[in-house]
């Protein structure tokens, strides 16, 4: 789901952000 999110031209660049930065605090964590 997430990666159609972010590869859907759609999806506004601040939402693609948004899950970049959700993957990253998830990987840290």
Known sequence: LNG???TNPFVP???KE???R???RIAVY
């Open 18 to 20: 948004a899950i970049a």
């Open 13 to 15: 660049k601040e939402r």
């Open 4 to 6: 159609d999110l972010e």
């Open 22 to 24: 959700e993957k990253l």
